[in-house]
């Protein structure tokens, strides 16, 4: 079977993959477990989760691990319900549940917001002494975390025997992204006081809490942090966040040196500095920003849209951004979804049907 794995590899669309399936089962490789596990996969990555669950329900006793891959690719493409379905499935016919299983239903409960399911799953880890596998702890972590429940979220990471960064990590976005800002920056520091060295990840969530707090002390400390281990330039996302939370602690001045001084201005980056000028109230200097961004070539999304929409609404100047952007109606199809647009419309007609009023309370800056 490892003879037919790079020609896995070399299968780029559908069509092909579809050929190799019929050739596996010609030769009589489909009959082993490999082979149906990998085809199972490989389906999934092409989008056809259909192929991916008729080669599943087709092979006679799936092991542990195809049932788990099969989760896998559920859960990829957000079918959580299907994942605990299957996980269910398991149960009743008294599969042998895997290590490599609990993950994927962990986030599956997750998704659909059951903590319930959670607990009892939990139950069973506990049972099935994968209780102290750092996987299936961090994936606890999560669903707790997500779903609000603190405390056991808590308790679980103080029992845990070896906690890593991403377990760290959890523990402190849980923490922050509950609007308890002020205990995840504590739990950053007991991380930092045990030698864990955080990557870019958490740092992301800090620069949030820091935002949160609005602590201008701490922006400069968690910006320092940065520098010190190199962590700049490694990711355009954290360069955003670190614009936001200077323009939360109230130094417009810093957000617009850390925007300057990026040597590849992405997309988050440019809205970053946009949105800074508007909770700040210069609307004038983040409709020049978005038209700097037009000049660079940079495209904008649909935050940046929204930003540079309330920013001329505050201005009063809604034909000036007409004028600046030129884009029909087609050019705002990410924001129909807000309400803000139909179909229908069209910009030129907004500006003329729209008063200011109705733009300043409809338009979020």
């Known amino acids: 079977m490892t003879l037919y794995m790079p020609l896995f590899r070399s299968c780029s669309n559908l069509r092909s993959l579809t050929q190799l399936h019929a050739h596996l089962v010609v030769s009589g490789f489909l009959k082993g477990p490999l082979a149906s596990t990998k085809l199972i996969e490989s389906y999934a990555q092409m989008g056809s989760l259909k192929s991916s669950r008729l080669v599943f329900d087709t092979f006679p006793s799936p092991d542990s691990f195809m049932w788990g891959v099969l989760m896998k690719s559920y859960l990829w493409n957000h079918f959580f319900e299907e ?79 070896e906690r890593d960064v991403v377990c760290w990590s959890s523990i402190v976005s849980s923490y922050i992204e509950n609007g308890r800002a002020r205990e995840g920056l504590e739990m950053f520091r007991c991380m930092l006081s045990e030698g864990i060295k955080p990557d870019w990840v958490i740092m992301l969530s800090i620069a949030e809490a820091c935002a949160n707090v609005g602590s201008l002390m701490l922006a400069k400390s968690i910006h320092g942090h940065a520098i010190v281990n190199e962590m700049m330039s490694d990711n355009g996302n954290f360069n955003s966040s670190l614009i936001f939370m200077y323009s939360q602690c109230g130094s417009l001045s810093s957000a617009e040196r850390i925007f300057l001084n990026l040597p590849d201005r992405s997309t988050s980056s440019w809205t970053s500095m946009i949105s800074s000028y508007n909770q700040n109230e210069c609307f004038q200097e983040a409709v020049d920003t978005f038209l700097g961004m037009q000049e660079s070539k940079v495209e904008p999304n649909a935050v940046t849209m929204l930003s540079v929409l309330g920013s001329c609404a505050r201005l009063e100047n809604f034909q000036s951004f007409t004028q600046a952007q030129r884009f029909d109606v087609e050019s705002f199809g990410p924001m129909y979804g807000t309400g803000m647009f139909s179909e229908n419309s069209n910009v030129y007609e907004l500006q003329s049907e729209a008063s200011n009023s109705i733009w300043n309370k409809s338009i979020p800056v």
């Open 83 to 161: 994942v605990v379905l299957l996980y269910h499935n398991m149960i009743y016919h008294q599969a042998h549940i895997g290590s490599f299983v609990y993950p994927s239903v962990l986030r599956a409960s997750s998704g659909i917001c059951d903590l319930g399911i959670g607990r009892k799953i939990h139950g069973r880890i506990v049972k099935s002494g994968f209780d102290a596998d750092t996987v299936i702890e961090t994936s606890l972590l999560g669903i707790y975390g997500e779903l609000g429940c603190l405390d056991d979220a808590r308790k679980l990471f103080d029992e845990m025997g």
